[in-house]
């Protein structure tokens, strides 16, 4: 495997750990483009892929283990009420919400899974199964 190569698989795993934080990247277009490009098999940025897409939620779980903490600082960036509705939506629809977690919205949900104290190695399955699937579904759309 080349350094080029190389380097290619630890952008797509940067891009892949940052968009599922709540900082503001879009891992589908590096992925996309690699694929195109045909930098490394389709199989292996899948894999890069899912495992950074996957490790990126577990921060926001982690963040969600302590975010209670700073519930009504100045500088967080939910409201109580929007963080109870939060809780609310989550207890109503349980562990389920985390196959949501590959959407736009479904970082909230992986924060909210901390939050409720999910267990981890369930919210570990479901989040990979979720990550994986559409990193799947987006290799067959562009390989």
């Not at 503001?24 to 199989?43: C, N, R």
């Not at 981890?120 to 799947?136: D, E, I, M, N």
């Amino acid at each position: 495997m080349t350094l080029a190569t190389l380097a290619a698989l630890g952008t797509l795993f940067l891009a892949a750990f940052g968009a599922a934080t709540v900082l503001p990247f879009q891992s589908e277009v590096v992925f996309a483009a690699l694929a195109i490009e045909k930098v490394a098999p389709l199989w292996l940025l899948v894999v890069v892929a899912s495992v950074g897409n996957t490790l990126g939620s577990v921060v926001n779980y982690g963040m969600g283990l302590f975010v209670e903490r700073w519930k009504g600082s100045r500088w967080f960036p939910v409201t109580e009420r929007q963080l109870a509705r939060a809780q609310d939506w989550y207890a109503r629809w349980g562990v389920w919400t985390l196959l949501l977690s590959w959407a736009p919205f479904g970082d909230g949900f992986t924060v909210v899974a901390g939050i409720m104290r999910t267990n981890f190695w369930l919210f570990f399955g479901l989040v990979a199964l979720a990550k994986t699937g559409r990193f799947v579904a987006l290799a067959w759309i562009v390989g």
